[in-house]
C-alpha cells in the first residue's frame, strides 16, 4: 500500500510539523520476504544496508552510512568499515543497533579525551567526525 | 531526493491516537508492550504507531514493515512519501492500523525507513491467555 503524507501546519502554535496518514487495510499489502533495504535474504556474501539515524538524540548522521551485514556463527554483524567499528546481535537489525549505539559511545568517548589521542584514535576521531555531528 | 538524517525522538506503539483538529495536539492512548490472545493467529484492532523527529526538508520516501523480531520476513507494511516543510521544526507522524494480524506469539516490531535507509524500531509481544479468559491487552 503506496500512501502520500501531507504535513498539517498550524498558524497558532507552529512548533511542530504533523502528518497524520491512515492505513485503511494492511492486509491487502502481499506478504514478501525480505532482507532490510529490500534485498533478497542471502547472506552468501555481506550485504549493504543504509542507517540513517544514531539512537542518541544529541548527534546526527552527516549522510546514511552504509555498513556491511554478515553472518559469523550464530551472530549477525554489522560492520562500518570507515570506522572500523561493528556491531553484533542474533539478528541483522540487533547487529544494526548495536552498531549504531557503539559508534555513539566512541563519539563521545574519544571526542571527551580528544587531546589526549594517538594517531589510530586521532584518525578514527577524525573519521567519525566527517560522518557525525552534535545536534 | 536528500538524505532525511532523521533524529528520533520517539516511536512508540498504542491503541489510539486522538489528534485534536485545533491544535494538532496528539493524545496517546494505551500505550502497551503485551498483547494478550487466547488464539492465534489474531486480528488486532486499533493499534496506532507515534514518531517523534527531527527531518531533513523535502520529500521522503517512508516504509514501515511490521515483522516477527529477528525475521527477515516482512508480515505487511506500508509506505508513501514524506513531505517535509521546515527542517527546524520536528516532524510527527501519526499511524493508524485498523487491523493487524499476528500469527502466532512472540516478539514483534514496526520498522521504520526513510530514504531506503534504517531508523528506528518499535517491538511488543504478543502471549497466550488461557482460552478461557478471552481476549485483552495491557501495558
Known amino acids: 500500500m503506496t500512501v502520500r503524507v501531507h504535513q498539517r501546519q498550524s498558524v497558532d502554535i507552529p512548533r511542530a510539523q504533523r502528518a497524520v496518514w491512515r492505513v485503511l487495510q494492511l492486509e491487502d499489502v502481499p506478504r514478501v520476504p525480505r532482507q532490510p533495504g529490500g534485498r533478497p535474504l542471502s547472506f552468501s556474501s555481506p550485504m549493504p544496508i543504509l542507517v540513517s539515524s544514531l539512537p542518541d538524540d544529541r548527534l546526527r548522521l552527516v549522510a546514511p552510512i552504509q555498513a556491511e551485514l554478515s553472518e559469523e556463527g550464530p551472530f549477525c554483524i554489522a560492520a562500518a568499515r570507515q570506522f572500523h567499528e561493528f556491531g553484533y546481535g542474533p539478528d541483522p537489525l540487533s547487529a544494526v543497533d548495536d552498531l549504531r549505539a557503539t559508534i555513539c559511545e566512541l563519539f563521545w568517548s574519544l571526542s571527551g579525551d580528544e587531546g589526549r589521542l594517538g594517531s589510530d584514535l586521532a584518525n578514527t576521531l577524525a573519521a567519525l567526525k566527517e560522518m557525525v555531528e552534535p545536534y | ?139
Open chain 2, 1 to 139: 531526493m536528500p538524505g532525511a538524517r532523521p533524529v528520533t525522538q520517539a516511536f512508540l506503539v498504542c491503541d489510539r491516537i486522538i489528534t485534536e483538529e485545533t491544535t494538532h495536539k496528539n493524545t496517546l492512548v494505551g500505550v502497551f508492550t503485551t498483547v494478550w490472545a487466547s488464539d492465534f493467529p489474531m486480528v488486532h484492532t486499533g493499534l496506532a504507531l507515534y514518531y517523534r523527529g527531527m527531518v531533513e526538508a523535502g520529500e521522503h520516501k517512508f516504509r514501515i514493515d511490521f515483522a516477527k523480531r529477528g525475521s527477515e520476513e516482512v508480515l505487511t507494511n506500508v509506505e508513501g512519501t514524506l513531505t517535509v516543510r521546515k527542517a527546524e521544526l520536528p516532524t510527527e507522524l501519526s499511524v493508524q492500523l485498523p487491523l493487524l494480524t499476528i500469527p502466532r506469539p512472540g516478539e514483534y516490531e514496526f520498522r521504520i525507513w526513510l530514504d531506503e535507509a534504517y531508523v528506528q524500531r518499535v517491538g511488543f509481544y504478543a502471549e497466550q491467555l488461557k482460552p478461557s479468559r478471552g481476549e485483552a491487552h495491557d501495558s
